[in-house]
């Protein structure tokens, strides 16, 4: 059985700024917190039957922008049926991981991010007829958020 938890990690994210690399000292402390939080939380019983803790580090701005890609790899497929390609700009990756990302709950609410700002935009222009069969379409970021370009 795997499971995961945020236990721990309240201290932390107060003091987060966002996209930052973790030393190894920063790392041994939470680490420590986490353990003393898991102690307070969990049964000794409980404690003992665990095979093994794994304490991840948080995510870089760098690899959330690889999962957007990873998920419009998804939005690519399904578009590619109306021969329809679609391309996002580095900064529409860079607002797209920032907005998408929170140091509480990690990279969970990208796809959501993505769905409102990406493809529900992008879906109904296609629905009204701003982009066809053919089209290779740019989202990048303007003044008043995405834009969506031919």
């Known amino acids: 059985m795997i499971m995961t938890s945020n236990l721990g990690t309240e ?14 000292s920063e790392h041994e402390r939470r680490k420590g917190a986490i353990e003393t939080a898991m102690k307070q939380t ?32 998804d939005v690519k497929k399904r578009l590619t049926e109306r021969k329809i390609t679609v ?37 109904t222009k296609i629905l009204q007829g701003e982009f066809k069969e053919g089209d290779r379409v740019l989202v990048d970021v303007g003044p008043k958020g995405f834009t969506f370009t031919t």
């Not at 987060?16 to 190894?24: D, Y």
């Not at 049964?43 to 039957?49: A, D, K, V, Y």
């Not at 580095?90 to 609410?109: M, T």
């Open 87 to 123: 391309e996002l700009t580095e900064e529409a990756k860079a607002k797209l991981a920032k907005e998408g990302f929170d140091p509480a709950f990690g990279a969970r609410p990208l796809r959501r991010t993505l769905q409102r700002q990406v493809e529900n935009p992008l879906s």
């Open 11 to 24: 201290e932390f994210q107060r003091h987060s700024l966002g996209f930052a690399r973790e030393t190894k």
């Open 42 to 73: 969990f049964r000794p019983e409980f404690l003992n039957r665990l095979d093994e803790i794994v304490i991840f580090q948080g995510l870089t701005e760098e690899q959330i922008k690889q999962i957007v890609d990873l998920m419009m790899k």
